[in-house]
């Protein structure tokens, strides 16, 4: 009987002793098991939602066109007073266009044009000159015209008079040249004027709301503030477009004045070495 309880004894103790471990090993697996459903399904929930994150995002990736913008801020701005300010860009440009045809059209290649008189005065040939002249575009060309009128009469034909002519001609043809540029720069001028006239008109509009409203939260200053930064960056974006443009035509107007001082000079010189020039 003892041996037999003492086997007994000694399963027991192996039995209770297996349990613990046991169990222990079974709520490992479990929260194994837990851990790695909540894994699965959070994937799950991330696939089936990612979709609809990424058509949440798609439409804010897209950008509006320039033109729609300017257009938008162009009527935030109060389109009615905007439009004093598109006013003077268009009739700013269209001066600013009709400047660099001209001048474009004025521009000839001196060197060879002059060339080419020289050889006709040198020859004698002084109406082939005076057609030549007269055929040319430009304000060369009308110079040389002047001289070589002045040099084909009989009572104008000394160097003193034809340099006179040539010099009087010469301040003619650039006031020619300058026509039309006072008004881009009155236009450069008020773009911006226009645009810092808007500022203090959106400043008032931002005092009438608080004064309505009582209050001075940003809601009710926002739209008069709105107003006058619109007005005043469209001014100044206007004024530095008609700037380039006046920058670009005063150059040419400065190489056009260059290219008739040296003609002026090779006219004197030609008049000079010309029979007919009267000493």
């Known amino acids: 009987m003892k041996k037999y309880f003492a086997i007994v004894a000694m399963v027991a103790a192996c039995t209770f002793g297996m349990t613990p471990s046991v169990m222990a090993q079974d709520e490992v697996a479990a929260a194994t098991e837990q851990v790695d459903s909540a894994v699965v399904d959070s994937a799950a929930v991330d696939s089936v939602e990612a979709p609809a994150v990424e058509e949440t995002v798609a439409p804010v990736e897209e950008e509006e066109g320039l033109h729609k913008t300017l257009k938008t801020k162009f ?89 006179r002519n040539i010099n009087t001609e010469a301040e003619v043809q650039g006031a020619y040249l300058e026509e039309n540029c ?8 008020m773009a911006p004027s226009l645009g810092f006239l808007g500022t203090v008109i959106g400043m008032v509009q931002a005092f009438d709301d608080i004064e309505r409203a009582g209050d001075i939260s940003p809601t009710v200053v926002a739209g008069g503030m709105k107003v006058a930064l619109i007005t005043t960056i469209f001014g100044i974006i206007v004024a530095l477009v008609l700037q380039v443009f006046y920058n670009y035509i005063l150059s040419r107007i400065e190489a056009l004045n260059s290219n008739m001082e040296e003609t002026a000079m090779s006219l004197l010189e030609m008049c000079v070495k010309s029979p007919k020039c009267k000493k």
Do not use: H
């Open 75 to 163: 009527i935030e701005g109060n389109a009615g007073f905007m439009s004093l300010v598109a006013i003077a860009l268009v009739l700013g440009l269209a001066f600013c266009i009709e400047r660099v045809i001209y001048l474009t059209l004025a521009q000839v290649n001196t060197r060879k044009f002059l060339e080419t008189l020289r050889g006709k005065v040198e020859a004698n040939k002084i109406q082939e000159a005076i057609d030549y002249c007269a055929g040319t575009r430009g304000p060369v060309a009308q110079i040389s015209k002047k001289a070589m009128q002045c040099l084909a009469s009989d009572d104008q034909n000394d160097i003193s008079t034809i340099e």
């Open 182 to 189: 006072s008004w881009i720069t009155l236009f450069i001028a």
